[in-house]
């Protein structure tokens, strides 16, 4: 059984700074890409940003220059930097990994953790 829990979100004015963790536990041998999701109210759930095992990373335009993703293989654990909040970066974001157990790589989501960018 693989878990992960996302935490870090809340209630922030425009402008300002948030930063999401997510830790995956469980029985596994390696995560691969770990990734950063988002769903509005009202709208399909869309790529925020991920990152391979390498540290290769790559953004999703809207949040270009905004956002870091960030690894700790170590730890098991995705960060997502978020500056210069705006109201459009409202949503519930979840993360989700690719992970190996013996020869085969499985997909796995968290819970989600909302986030809100209001004044």
């Known amino acids: 059984q693989v878990q992960l829990v996302e935490s870090g979100g809340g209630l922030v004015q425009p402008g300002g700074s948030l930063r999401l963790s997510c830790a995956a536990s469980g029985s596994f041998a390696s995560i691969n890409t770990m990734a950063w999701y988002r769903q509005a109210p009202g709208k399909q759930r869309e790529l925020v940003a991920q990152i391979t095992s390498s540290g290769s990373e790559n953004y999703a335009d809207s949040v270009k220059g905004r956002s870091t993703i960030s690894r700790d293989n170590a730890k098991n654990t995705v960060y997502l930097q978020m500056n210069s909040l705006k109201p459009e970066d409202t949503a519930v974001y979840y993360c989700?990994?690719?992970?190996?157990?013996?020869?085969?790589?499985?997909?796995?989501w968290g819970q989600g953790t909302r986030v809100t960018v209001s004044s």
């Open positions: 989700n990994a690719r992970v190996r157990i013996d020869r085969n790589a499985y997909l796995y």
